[in-house]
């Protein structure tokens, strides 16, 4: 009996394609190409393994969203080139506090900014680094108004958690 590598059906010994789902029986060893006859472990010709192990992992992730205040209506009415170029210092700023974290941007949606802690990489302390840049972000916004007397950014100082402790 040859077991189907596509389905797991078991199928009659010389059979050519699996009797369920039509997936051919015989297959090519990945490493060296020689036809692999039957269900086996290594290739006889190179020696490589063959089995294939899958495992499923459940991670929780962190995300976080930072957006301006008012950042929105003030644009509406504001030159494009003057909304890119308040924009992109702040992309910037944000981006470098996020990566310094271990955290990564998934999206930009205008001044809306979106990162997840704990993908492809996950730590144990991915809520506290969120948090954490968090805190870095309202200081750094802080610290551009500062540098810059008609930029007045804007992030919001209370926290939201969907979920309940």
């Known amino acids: 009996m040859a077991n189907c590598p596509s389905c797991g059906e078991s199928n009659a010994e010389g059979a050519r394609f699996c009797a369920n789902c039509g997936h051919e029986l015989s297959e ?4 060296c190409g020689a036809e692999l006859l039957g269900e086996v472990a290594f290739c006889p010709s190179c020696g490589t393994s063959l089995t294939v192990t ?3 992992e459940r991670r929780f ?19 494009p080139e003057d909304v890119h170029a308040r924009l992109v210092p702040y992309h910037q700023r944000v981006r470098e506090e996020i990566e310094s974290y271990g955290g990564t941007v998934e999206k930009l949606i205008g001044d809306g ?3 997840v802690f704990g993908v492809p990489t996950a730590h144990e ?5 969120a948090v954490r840049v968090g805190l870095r972000i309202q200081a750094g916004v802080d610290e551009r108004n500062e540098e810059h007397d008609n930029l007045s950014l804007v992030v919001p100082r209370s926290w939201h958690s969907p979920l309940k402790p």
């Open 125 to 129: 302390d991915d809520p506290e680094r």
């Open 113 to 115: 900014v979106m990162a």
């Open 54 to 56: 899958t495992t499923q």
């Open 61 to 79: 992730i962190t995300v976080l969203f930072v957006d301006l205040v008012g950042f929105t209506a003030e644009s509406d009415e504001a030159d």
């Open 28 to 31: 090519n060893c990945p490493s």
